[in-house]
């Protein structure tokens, strides 16, 4: 039985104060004993995160990291930057930093190698564009991100991956993909696993599902036979994480 991860991805929302506040109000709402819980936050506000969660059922994860050790990065983030200070998550690949930040399959694959390098669990985001659904190539491509970021990754490790499917158009957009897409990609995507490795590796990784996650949609999304839990924007600056948390 995989156990559910629901994680937040806070984005480039809240300051450092406003961190210890959130994760005060939100501490007794996501008690639960049936999920992992991580709160991925901007890493000016890591170390404060740590300290605010302590004695919770909290991880506290970054939203991106570098792939080398240190040196001449102006602005990047080394992976033992985020040991150091008890980081256990890194979200790697999310659709914006590849929009934005010009991130490739081929750099998400140098991250997730580092992070298991040193031990850091990786979120490794996945997603296909409007387009590419309309066109009929969603799964295709998929399983080309999925296939470019796990090269050279060892079963042993990949078994203790997170890989979060996200929609690019359902993220942000509050249009949530149905049911049954979402529970038919992650299944395409454990179905690589597999491929890749074998039965084990694909029974082990943990899937989840991300865009527009509410507490109205968490129950149904979480309850389906490959989605293992969710990776949630906007809602987990809310109160409503609590309940998205304990869906069932
Ligand atoms: P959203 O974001 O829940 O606000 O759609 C999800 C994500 O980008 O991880």
Redesign the pocket.
């Known amino acids: 039985m995989r156990r559910k991860i629901i994680a937040g ?1 806070w ?1 480039m929302n809240k300051t450092p104060s406003e961190t210890i506040k959130l994760i005060n109000e939100l501490k007794p709402l996501v008690v639960t004993e049936d999920a992992d819980v991580v709160f991925c936050v901007p890493a000016i506000s890591l170390t404060t995160a740590i300290e605010a969660a302590k004695g919770s059922n909290i991880e506290i994860g970054a939203e991106n990291m570098y792939f080398e050790e240190s040196g001449a990065f102006t602005g990047e983030i080394a992976p033992n930057m985020l040991t150091d200070i008890g980081v256990k998550y890194v979200i790697i690949g ?3 930093r590849r929009e934005y930040f010009a991130e490739s399959d081929v750099t998400v694959n140098k991250k997730v190698l580092k992070a298991f390098e040193h031990g850091i669990t990786p979120i490794i985001c996945c997603g296909e564009s409007l387009t590419q659904r309309e066109q009929g190539v969603t799964i295709d491509f998929i399983r080309q991100q999925i296939k470019i970021a796990f090269l050279n990754i060892t079963a042993d490790q990949a078994k203790t991956a997170v890989i ?1 499917y ?1 929609p690019i158009w ?4 509050g249009k949530v993909a149905t049911t049954e897409q979402a529970q038919e990609v992650c299944k395409a995507i454990r179905d690589c696993i597999a491929e890749i490795y074998d039965d084990a590796t694909a029974a082990a990784i943990r899937i989840q599902y ?4 509410t507490a109205a949609s968490a129950a149904e999304l979480f309850s389906q036979p490959d989605i293992d839990g969710g ?5 987990s600056l809310k109160p409503d994480f609590g309940k998205i948390v304990n869906y069932k």
Do not use: D, P, Q
Request: proline share 0%.
């Open positions: 991805n984005k999310h659709s914006e979060a996200e359902a993220i942000g957009t991300g865009g527009s996650v990776l949630v924007g906007g809602a």
